[in-house]
Structure formats: C-alpha cells, structure tokens
C-alpha cells in the first residue's frame, strides 16, 4: 500500500539520510519526498513510500522515532500516485476549460493533490454570523454548512463541523478527522477537505503551506468560474443519488428555469 509519513527533524547534514535509511530498512520504498518547512533548525518533511501491506507499520514508526531529534508527526494510507509539478495548473487548466462542471472538477481533485481522504464543496447559512457554535470544537459565530458536492470518497451521511468562511485554516473533527477549510469568496461557499484517521493509522493534520495551496486553488477556481459559484448558493444543495450536486452546479437549472419561464 501507498503511506504518507510526515516526520519533523533537525534540519542538518546527514539526518535526511538517517530517516532514509531507516526508511529503507523497514521495507518502505521512497517515491516522493516533499520539504514543507525548514524554520529554527528543524525541518518538516512528508515522505510518500510503498509499504508491503502485511508488514506491521508499527516497526517502521518505532525505527524512525529511535533516530535523535526525529518525530513521526503522522502516518496515514496515500490515495492515488504522489503529484508532480504542474499538477495545480493542469487542473485549473481543466477547469477553465469546462467550467459547468469547474466545481466538481474541482473538489473531485483536490484530495489526490492534498493526500486528503475526501473533499466537499459546502454553503454556509447566510446567518452565519449571528449564531454561536456549540459542542466539541465548534467556532463562535459558525454555522453547519450544507453539502453542496462531495467527492466520491466522502462518506454517506456526510456531517460537516461548523465553520465560518472567513479565511482559509486548518482544525481538528471530532474522532481523528483533521480538516482544511478554505472560502471562495462567494455567498458563503466553502471548500473542505479532510484527513481520517484509520486502519491503525494516524493522519497528520493540515501544515499550513498545505492550507496555503489549498486557499490559492480555491481563489482560482473561484475567479475562473465567477457567477456560476452563485447558482449553487441561491439554488440550495440538490442531490443525486450518490450525493453529488446536480444540475445546479452545471448551470443547466438556471437554464432549464428560464426556458419554462420563457414558455
């Protein structure tokens, strides 16, 4: 199977090679390395490696956690290949080049280039800011969001925390999901993606040069398809089936409407 490990390090000569090594003798395969921060000394590094699936993943988080100044900051399964450059434009490059379906171009993507289990587009109410949240790390002033699309890893129901679409962040669910939350900029709609703990693993949260990236596609995405992000937010989420939006997001509601206005 394919495994994420992000691991925090001294970032000195010879401790890279360390973690490598280590990586090696457990039985994991290196096929990507990505720096995320290099800041006081100290290095955050995600290293996507194939693991043999009947090996015990507790042997290789041992090994590396033996290494002096190495931290194993989380470890979950990989969906899909690891990225290469380019992969941010190509999509926004597919976007722009069928922008009735941009949204779901869109959020279908996003988790292979973030490492995230699954990904939702999702309206925040309007009253957003008159509320005060509730529970278990919920944000005053929030409001639940309705799904507006969902990707086809999310799962059924899909229950959404409460957030206020304000700036782009990273935070903590409820049992082991780590979340990133990124507005368009538009009647309150939202791109979340999320991170699950599972199958005796446990994710990493969001960094924040994740966050970053996530924040930079959404506000492209959000410029390229402009009004039609207003027709999911006025129509309201409408549902396939498999929870999919449904026309709403193509614009071919708004159309149909005033065909029969028209008639």
Known sequence: MLLRVRVTLPDRPGTLGQ?????????????????????????????????????????????????PGVRVNG???????????????????????????????????VPGLLAADWAAAAVVPADWAARSGSGAGALRGGGSPAVAYASWRSPKP??????TPLRARALDGPAGTHYAVAPFGRAGLVLMLARVDGDGLSAAGFHVTEVDRI?????????????????????????????????????????????????
């Open 215 to 263: 924040a930079q596609l959404v506000r492209a995405a959000a410029t390229i398809l402009g009004d039609r992000l207003d027709l999911v937010s006025a129509a309201g989420p409408a549902f396939e089936p498999d929870g999919a939006l449904a026309a709403v997001v193509t614009g071919t509601t708004a159309a149909a409407a005033g065909s029969a206005t028209a008639g």
């Open 158 to 163: 899909l229950v959404l925390p409460e957030v």
């Open 19 to 67: 973690v490598a090594r280590t990586l090696g003798v457990a039985g994991a395969d290196i096929v990507q390395v990505v720096v995320l921060e290099r800041l006081g000394g100290r290095a955050v590094d995600d290293f996507t490696v194939v693991w043999p699936g009947a090996a015990r993943v507790d042997r290789l988080s041992a090994g590396l956690a033996a290494i």
């Open 75 to 109: 470890m979950w399964r990989a969906i899909g290949a690891p990225t290469g450059g380019g992969q941010d434009a190509e999509l926004l490059a597919q976007i722009a080049a069928n922008p009735g379906d941009g949204l779901g171009t869109l959020v279908d993507a």
